[in-house]
């Protein structure tokens, strides 16, 4: 960028990062333990082109939603390593910042 500007500031709310890997984690979970849906939809009752309709949503239900729950899983973890990443670096900073001299007490003669 030609002028540069100030400094610029950046801030990461670390807790609000777990949060966040928690709020996916439970969602992973809970998509994860949903019971599979079967096809088997009664033609009899429901008419062969709705019944085909039903099963075929079910197999696509079932497929989209074992690539939500890995697409969350990957987020979650994504979300893991900025926390790490971020909490490391915030270490790195405060172990590197100088730490101010005490005063040295001058003697009287």
Known sequence: MAGGG???????DIEELGRLR???????AELGDLPAQGAGADPGALGADVAGAVDGFAVFWNDGRARITENVGQCRVLAEGAAE??????????NAAPVAAAPVASESR
């Open 6 to 12: 100030g400094p610029v500031e950046f801030f990461v």
């Open 22 to 28: 928690n709020e996916l984690q439970t969602l992973e």
């Open 85 to 94: 990443a971020y909490t490391g670096a915030e270490n790195a900073i405060q």
